[in-house]
């Protein structure tokens, strides 16, 4: 796994200042590439690349990057694996006359492009990818990233420059790059907690979104181009859903999985995977271990805190699969020790607080292996969060209630805390039936409540998936972007089921934006290098064929994915409530964290700044304090771009 970056200048330019340039955007990102570093640089044409390189396959100087084709046509800087290159590899040898030179996967996409071009050699990869291909004949400059999402890759033009990067802090290290925020993309920071795709937090700077490829001519024009359409395999998939039964569909799927899994497991350096004790996790190291030869290293974080740990669960799976475990309890402190690094380490606003403890376990994880396999995608492809059950089931009950009643009923569950409730359900927890039982009662009552308050379906998602409901009014002079979210008539005529259009906003927005993007960050913080098998692109395409009892059964989620590894795995090791990965901000922001939040909070400083309108967050500050209401996803919002600001602005 790798770092990338670049700039091109429409002019000839001197090649001492764009070398000064080039390498002070490519070293910024030594984390992600800490054992090589390489440049290309044409003074001609103004074109700048840098890399750096995490050696995986082939640790020998052979995989050196900027790497050129055999023609010496294409340059390339490249950050990703593509799991399939031994198989493309060999089929371009038996069809032509070329000889590799090392044993990389980058020198295998390289000959791919001389032989098939770029939009039919990104069709037959299988990875996770970013790159730029510089085209000496023609002048041209490619960005491309993999189907899913996993792999950032940033772009845009200012002043005539264009600039990319795997991450923003290398476009800032330019001197060229002026940045200056863009209120509308902030907007949407506080309504998601993270910035959606294609959007970034700078003006003129954006994400290239998943499975898409940009071509830039000498004239700084950028076309964008499709090379794999997830609408249209989703349109497919509702229209001719598969013909198998659930057992042969069970069969098919644990095939993929397998398969996902074995390539996603040769490396030439160390190897472990991240445990949980979830279901997508334990499903991931159960297949790992099933072909491997010794044990599998495992790794799990764990909290004092019951309600925020899962290590115990990790720890019974792992002996049942006897992986080779390693576990680390983290105290309190140790958690937020890791939140001064979070504007580094994330580089624009994103304030998933379950971001530190992927920081912790991919640190953790770091000290024994180089690349880890996690379990990210089941819940968005299967059918995993609680909102595609509960929330579809109770709108199909409460829709027919008056409005005002509804709105009522929601007043009555606002007058009491999420603590106050759960401190309830806890003293009546003996008589509730244990299939009733769950996680944060007051949290869930509390996205009852939006049900309650939502005039349709999909009003209902857009509630349960916004943190600020009117970030406009928080954000001074903002409108919000739009988004795919905005877009939902469009999508309900292809997806009319609201379970579906769930799971397929989720999986165009949520995961990329939020998931992906908080393990890229973490784990590259750490030189780590992160696979996730589940988001196989042929994995995703067969999700996107099941019918949805397939997925979504008898209460259950991710019913055919449960079936896989109950083969593996005792059923009562993973049965039980879904549990997230986070910490209890809630309680750290009354407490230790106080006097550091109050001092960002500041209404001073914050009407200095100009950004937001501080009266909203005081008064959600003050209510939060008071231990009236639990305000934590919001006040970390607001923490998290003050924070941010405060070091980036």
Same mark, same amino acid.
């Given at each position: 796994?790798?770092?990338?970056?670049?700039?091109?200048?429409?002019?000839e330019?001197?090649?001492?200042?764009?070398?000064?340039?080039?390498?002070?955007?490519?070293?910024?990102?030594?984390?992600?590439?800490?054992?090589?570093?390489g440049?290309?640089?044409?003074?001609?044409?103004?074109?700048?690349?840098?890399?750096?390189?995490?050696?995986?396959?082939?640790?020998?100087?052979?995989?050196?990057?900027?790497?050129?084709?055999?023609?010496?046509?294409?340059?390339?800087?490249?950050?990703?694996?593509?799991?399939?290159?031994?198989?493309?590899?060999?089929?371009?040898?038996?069809?032509?006359?070329?000889?590799?030179?090392?044993?990389?996967?980058?020198?295998?996409?390289?000959?791919?492009?001389?032989?098939?071009?770029?939009?039919?050699t990104?069709?037959?990869?299988?990875?996770?990818?970013?790159?730029?291909?510089?085209?000496?004949?023609?002048?041209?400059?490619?960005l491309?990233?993999?189907?899913?999402?996993?792999?950032?890759?940033?772009?845009?033009?200012?002043n005539?420059?264009?600039?990319?990067?795997?991450?923003?802090?290398?476009?800032?290290?330019?001197?060229?790059?002026?940045?200056?925020?863009?209120?509308?993309?902030?907007?949407?920071?506080?309504?998601?907690?993270?910035?959606?795709?294609?959007?970034?937090?700078?003006?003129?700077?954006?994400?290239?979104?998943?499975?898409?490829?940009?071509?830039?001519?000498?004239?700084?024009?950028?076309?964008?181009?499709?090379?794999?359409?997830?609408?249209?395999?989703?349109?497919?998939?509702?229209?001719?859903?598969?013909?198998?039964?659930e057992?042969?569909?069970?069969?098919?799927?644990?095939?993929?999985?397998?398969?996902?899994?074995?390539?996603?497991?040769?490396?030439?350096?160390?190897?472990?995977?991240?445990?949980?004790?979830?279901?997508?996790?334990?499903?991931?190291?159960?297949?790992?271990?099933?072909?491997?030869?010794?044990?599998?290293?495992?790794?799990?974080?764990?909290?004092?805190?019951?309600?925020?740990?899962?290590?115990?669960?990790?720890?019974?799976?792992?002996?049942? +699969?006897?992986?080779?475990h *390693?576990?680390? #309890? &983290? %105290?309190?402190?140790?958690?937020? !020790?890791v939140?001064?690094? $979070?504007?580094?380490?994330?580089?624009?606003?994103?304030?998933?607080?379950?971001?530190?403890?992927?920081? +912790?376990?991919?640190?953790? *994880?770091?000290? #024994? &292996? %180089?690349?880890?396999?996690?379990? !990210?995608?089941?819940?968005? $492809?299967?059918?995993?969060?609680?909102?595609?059950?509960?929330?579809?089931n109770?709108?199909?009950?409460?829709?027919?209630?008056?409005?005002?009643?509804?709105?009522?009923?929601?007043?009555?569950?606002?007058?009491?805390?999420?603590?106050?409730?759960?401190?309830?359900?806890?003293?009546?927890?003996?008589?509730?039936?244990?299939?009733?039982?769950?996680?944060?009662?007051?949290?869930?009552?509390?996205?009852?409540?939006?049900?309650?308050?939502?005039?349709?379906?999909?009003?209902?998602?857009?509630?349960?998936?916004?943190?600020?409901?009117?970030?406009?009014?928080?954000?001074?002079?903002?409108?919000?972007?739009?988004t795919?979210l905005?877009?939902?008539?469009?999508?309900?005529d292809?997806?009319?089921?609201?379970?579906?259009?769930?799971?397929?906003?989720?999986?165009?927005?949520?995961?990329?934006?939020?998931?992906?993007?908080?393990?890229?960050r973490?784990?590259?913080?750490?030189?780590?290098?992160?696979?996730?098998?589940?988001?196989?692109?042929?994995?995703?395409?067969?999700?996107?064929?099941?019918?949805?009892?397939?997925?979504?059964?008898?209460?259950?989620?991710?019913?055919?994915?449960?079936?896989?590894?109950?083969?593996?795995v005792?059923k009562?090791l993973?049965?039980?409530?879904?549990?997230?990965?986070g910490?209890?901000?809630?309680?750290?922001?009354?407490?230790?964290?106080?006097d550091?939040?109050?001092?960002?909070?500041?209404?001073?400083?914050?009407?200095?700044?100009?950004?937001?309108?501080?009266?909203?967050?005081?008064?959600?500050?003050?209510?939060?304090?008071?231990?009236?209401?639990?305000?934590?996803?919001?006040?970390?919002?607001?923490?998290?771009?003050?924070?941010?600001?405060?070091r980036?602005?």
């Open positions: 796994m790798c770092g990338i970056a670049g700039f091109w200048i429409q002019r330019n001197n090649k001492e200042a764009s070398k000064e340039e080039i390498i002070k955007m490519t070293r910024i990102l030594a984390h992600r590439g800490p054992d090589d570093e440049f290309y640089i044409d003074e001609k044409t103004g074109i700048a690349l840098g890399h750096r390189r995490l050696s995986i396959l082939d640790l020998s100087p052979k995989g050196h990057q900027p790497m050129i084709s055999c023609s010496g046509r294409y340059v390339i800087v490249y950050n990703g694996e593509v799991y399939n290159y031994k198989e493309l590899r060999k089929e371009i040898k038996n069809n032509c006359d070329i000889k590799f030179k090392s044993d990389t996967d980058t020198e295998v996409i390289l000959a791919g492009f001389e032989i098939w071009g770029i939009e039919e990104l069709r037959r990869v299988n990875g996770m990818f970013a790159f730029a291909l510089w085209d000496r004949k023609e002048k041209e400059l490619f491309a990233r993999d189907r899913i999402g996993i792999k950032p890759l940033y772009y845009g033009i200012q005539g420059i264009l600039f990319f990067a795997s991450e923003l802090k290398a476009i800032r290290a330019n001197r060229f790059f002026k940045p200056e925020i863009d209120r509308s993309a902030l907007a949407l920071f506080f309504r998601h907690n993270y910035i959606p795709a294609p959007y970034s937090i700078y003006k003129n700077i954006k994400k290239l979104e998943p499975a898409y490829y940009a071509i830039i001519d000498k004239n700084l024009n950028i076309k964008i181009r499709c090379y794999w359409n997830i609408e249209k395999i989703v349109k497919d998939g509702v229209k001719t859903p598969i013909e198998l039964s057992k042969e569909a069970t069969l098919e799927l644990e095939k993929l999985l397998l398969d996902s899994v074995k390539k996603r497991m040769i490396a030439d350096v160390p190897l472990g995977a991240f445990l949980s004790g979830g279901i997508d996790s334990s499903t991931v190291v159960a297949l790992m271990q099933a072909q491997s030869n010794i044990p599998v290293k495992t790794f799990t974080i764990g909290f004092y805190e019951d309600n925020y740990s899962e290590a115990k669960c990790a720890k019974k799976v792992a002996k049942h +699969l006897s992986t080779d *390693t576990e680390l #309890y &983290v %105290t309190p402190k140790e958690a937020i !020790d939140i001064p690094k $979070l504007p580094d380490i994330y580089d624009e606003p994103f304030s998933d607080s379950s971001q530190i403890p992927t920081f +912790l376990v991919s640190q953790l *994880t770091k000290r #024994y &292996v %180089t690349v880890s396999l996690s379990g !990210d995608g089941g819940d968005e $492809l299967f059918g995993g969060y609680n909102r595609y059950f509960w929330a579809s109770i709108w199909s009950r409460m829709k027919f209630l008056p409005f005002a009643l509804r709105l009522k009923m929601a007043k009555v569950v606002f007058l009491f805390s999420p603590q106050s409730i759960d401190n309830f359900f806890k003293k009546i927890e003996i008589i509730i039936p244990e299939k009733f039982k769950q996680t944060l009662y007051g949290d869930k009552l509390y996205k009852l409540s939006k049900v309650l308050i939502s005039r349709s379906s999909d009003e209902i998602y857009k509630r349960l998936i916004s943190h600020w409901k009117s970030p406009e009014g928080l954000v001074l002079n903002s409108k919000e972007s739009k795919i905005d877009d939902f008539l469009r999508i309900k292809f997806i009319p089921n609201f379970k579906d259009r769930m799971m397929f906003f989720d999986f165009m927005t949520y995961l990329p934006d939020d998931i992906l993007t908080k393990v890229d973490a784990s590259m913080a750490v030189s780590l290098e992160v696979r996730v098998p589940i988001l196989d692109y042929r994995i995703v395409e067969f999700s996107k064929k099941l019918p949805l009892n397939f997925k979504i059964k008898n209460g259950k989620s991710k019913w055919i994915l449960r079936q896989i590894l109950y083969k593996y005792p009562e993973v049965e039980r409530p879904k549990m997230g990965f910490v209890p901000i809630d309680n750290w922001l009354r407490s230790p964290l106080k550091w939040a109050e001092d960002l909070l500041d209404e001073k400083k914050i009407k200095r700044d100009g950004f937001l309108n501080p009266e909203p967050i005081k008064k959600l500050w003050k209510e939060h304090l008071s231990g009236k209401r639990n305000w934590q996803y919001l006040l970390w919002d607001v923490l998290m771009f003050q924070m941010w600001k405060e980036w602005m």
